[in-house]
């Protein structure tokens, strides 16, 4: 479902609809109807309540296939200043990370004293 821009590579207006109605693009009434469900969830109290709200959500979400995967994001790229050190090769991505962060606490430091 589009509702962060930070990692969502479909539907990227509706996801800025959702975010503030007044930038994007309103999705049509189906879309709104999942957004509206998915927002259930987030407000659910009680872990029950929370897993009722999913189980809706999700089959709210099977109607609505939104994508089918059939392309993928752009690769992650990172700068990396001369004076850090032991620097892996690539960035080190796990989840929804805001780019570009992190850092490493071993990349500013030489050796261990």
Partial sequence: MPFQKADIFFAMKWSEWYSNHATGEEPPAEIKTLMA???KVNAAVSDDERREKMKEFLNLSADNFLNIGISRPMPKYMMVSKDLKN????IPITGNLWHPAPTLTQW???KAN
């Fill in 37 to 39: 469900s998915y927002d």
């Fill in 108 to 110: 500013y430091f030489d």
């Fill in 87 to 90: 620097v892996v090769d690539g």
